[in-house]
């Protein structure tokens, strides 16, 4: 009798299940580096599992933050270079419950791809990790999804999941004052907004990724560009210990200082900024020339500097200053709280020196 001919299997319609096996096999390594306690760093189970109790925590409140790292990945993509898009994917959520006061407890990542590549995807997860060592929590568990036709071959994206913990009386944002003064913490670069407008840019220009970069011209456009997100969780948890006068801190992302700011200031009050104050990365002067972008369009859509914002008791303004500097940060003071004025709750003095 005729055996009847093999039918469809799932690798016919573009997904194989062993390559992600491969990739659980090879990404163990980079998830057990992430171990702290309250978690054993191993995968492959349905879920992960974190032990507050162990972690220390007798009253916390949970802290949860989402993110992905916006079309800066497409950069990752097209120059090959994926090495610490990861990083940046972590920042993006840790940046976000420290600043609530929270530590970041356990980290989960969301990979997918038209065509999963074992070796591209472990770097990326490699990065994640990376990441998660940097900012103090375990990479607890992630998802790898195949999907043929919704992404093309090797396009891919990322979401990532943290949640963290504080205790009940610690919570941030606390009642910001006027008079109470805003720091800044410098930036790495574009972090992970704006790249959208990035990526117009360049393209405008015509330069390619493997060109020498014309603001850093020791690295490439593309290694200049992914310069990856600061991670401030180890350094602000170290000054959180150490004062009381820490009233509020603000994550400088999508939106940038006009849209972010007002999100930890009380009704009624505003900060007015000193621009002259920053030190501008020669990246924000490159991109603010050639693509001709006008200042108010630059403090809404990057960080122009400062990654992170934080509000100082106005009496213990010098306090928190040196305490900053004593975990290695390197404040600048950026301006201070006042009554808004209307609708406007952030005003901004001087020029940023594009």
């Not at 990479?139 to 963290?164: N, W």
């Amino acid at each position: 009798m005729q055996q009847k001919a093999k039918g469809l299997t799932y690798s016919d319609a573009g997904v194989d299940i062993d390559a992600g096996n491969r990739l659980v096999d090879m990404i163990r390594p980079a998830v057990r580096a992430t171990r702290r306690s309250g978690a054993d760093g191993e995968i492959g189970g349905f879920g992960g599992v974190f032990d507050l109790k162990a972690a220390g925590y007798a009253d916390p409140l949970l802290v949860a933050a989402n993110d992905g790292v916006g079309t800066k990945v497409k950069i990752a993509i097209e120059s090959g270079l994926h090495g610490t898009i990861g990083i940046d994917l972590v920042a993006m959520c840790v940046n976000d419950l420290i600043v609530q006061g929270a530590e970041p407890l356990f980290f989960l990542d969301y990979y997918a791809t038209g065509k999963l590549d074992p070796a591209v995807a472990a770097s990326v997860v490699k990065g994640i990790s990376d990441g998660c060592v940097k900012a103090g929590c375990a990479l607890l568990g992630g998802e790898t999804a195949e999907m043929p036709g919704l992404y093309s071959r090797s396009d891919y994206d990322l979401a990532g999941f943290a949640v963290g913990a504080v205790d009940r009386r610690r919570l941030l944002p606390h009642e910001v004052h006027v008079g109470d003064v805003a720091f800044g913490l410098p930036s790495s670069g574009v972090h992970s907004n704006g790249f959208s407008l990035v990526r117009r840019i360049v393209k405008d220009t015509g330069l390619s990724w493997n060109a020498t970069a014309p603001f850093a011209p020791e690295m490439t456009l593309a290694r200049a560009l992914l310069e990856p997100t600061r991670i401030y969780v180890k350094p602000l948890l170290a000054a959180l210990k150490r004062t009381n006068h820490i009233r509020a801190l603000a994550h400088i992302t999508g939106g940038g200082f006009p849209d972010n700011l007002p999100r930890v200031l009380p009704k009624g009050l505003g900060v007015s900024l000193d621009l002259s104050a920053f030190d501008v990365p020669r990246v924000f002067k490159w991109l603010a020339k050639t693509g001709d972008v006008a200042e108010s369009e630059m403090l809404r859509t990057f960080n122009c500097g400062i990654g992170m914002v934080i509000f100082a008791a106005k009496e213990g303004a010098d306090e928190v200053e040196t305490i900053l500097r004593d975990v290695g940060e390197k404040p600048v003071r950026i301006g201070e709280a006042t009554e808004a004025e209307g609708d406007a709750r952030v005003v901004m003095k001087g020029q940023l020196g594009l």
